[in-house]
């Protein structure tokens, strides 16, 4: 088993308990495969009783949907049912499952924390081999929309956004777990954009995974701002509302200078949504929550640069 850049995690002790938690109650889950699309997937276990939480995928569509879990066996499963704007569902085996993920003690973790991301990517395990390990940092927790068409899947909610490589096939619904082995959230369903031809590493947030294992709405769960974001910038109109979304001035000590944004920059996404021109930035922008941190994705000189802006209340700027 290896961590990220080839380092055997034996030779982590500082991380070697927290694998060794996280293999436990992680699985490997098969089921139906179409054309390029993998017919496989993880999930973690939330409970005593079989009860397995993944991320949405065709494999759920099987027939003969099974789980397997860490000692190698394998058990039929079905899907109880999903939860669209996280792109999760939950299954259930008919075993007991003693080594599982309490959705209620998640990890407290801050922005450069480490973290690892557990799961069958690229379904290199079988049978009993331990699942791949990749370690990451704790970027930050923000909204994301993403909506069909311009990615391959919708999702609607927060997201943990780590630097670890997570958007593989067969990675969705792995554990990403801090240093402590405690669960910081599920790796989730690939969000992939068509126009800049980037994927989002994610994992969907320990708390709003346990929203949606009580039955209770995960919509209703995100936090809701009437105030206004301002991001201490003016675009650069070029005869209408439908040009590129190209920054003009940047205000000194305000959100986009501190972010890093300068002139000329030309934003592709926000919030992990593509901005197609002006106008859609805009509309996009006015919906972003004050304080917190949203991943901005831009181009500069034939460049993409990822940052991280915190809009601010638009009666606090100045």
């Not at 927790?141 to 609607?156: F, I, L, N």
């Amino acid at each position: 088993m290896l961590l990220c850049g080839g380092v055997r995690a034996d030779e982590h002790s500082a991380f070697s308990e927290a694998i060794e938690y996280a293999q436990a109650r992680t699985v490997k889950i098969y089921g139906a495969g179409i054309a390029h699309v993998a017919g496989y997937a993880t999930g973690i276990v939330v409970s005593s009783e079989g009860d397995i939480l993944t991320a949405q995928g065709v494999y759920l569509s099987s027939d003969h949907l099974r789980v397997g879990l860490p000692d190698g066996s394998l058990h039929p499963a079905k899907v109880i049912r999903r939860d669209m704007p996280l792109q999760a569902a939950l299954l259930k085996i008919e075993v007991p499952t003693p080594e599982f993920f309490d959705l209620a003690d998640e990890a407290k973790v801050k922005k450069g924390d480490w973290v690892l991301a557990v799961s069958n990517a690229f379904k290199v395990a079988d049978g009993r081999e331990p699942l791949s390990v990749n370690l990451g940092v704790y970027s930050l927790r923000t909204r994301v929309e993403a909506k069909r068409g311009v990615q391959d899947v919708e999702y609607a909610g927060d997201a943990v956004i780590i630097d670890a490589i997570t958007s593989n096939p067969g990675a969705s619904g792995g554990a990403v777990v801090a240093a402590d082995g405690k669960l910081v959230g599920m790796i989730g369903k690939i969000i992939e954009s068509k126009q800049t031809n980037t994927r989002l590493n994610y994992a969907v947030p320990a708390d709003q995974l346990k929203l949606f294992l009580d039955n209770q709405s995960t919509v209703a769960s995100v936090t809701q701002s009437n105030q206004k974001p301002t991001l201490g910038l003016r675009m650069f109109q070029l005869g209408g509302r439908r040009g590129p979304a190209f920054v003009d001035r940047v205000a000194a000590g305000g959100p986009a200078a501190s972010a890093g944004l300068r002139p000329d920059d030309l934003i592709v996404s926000i919030a992990g949504q593509v901005v197609r021109d002006l106008d859609d930035f805009e509309q996009k922008a006015a919906l972003l929550t004050p304080g917190r941190e949203t991943p901005l994705v831009v181009k500069r000189q034939g460049r993409l640069l990822e940052l991280t802006i915190t809009p601010a209340a638009a009666e606090d700027s100045k």
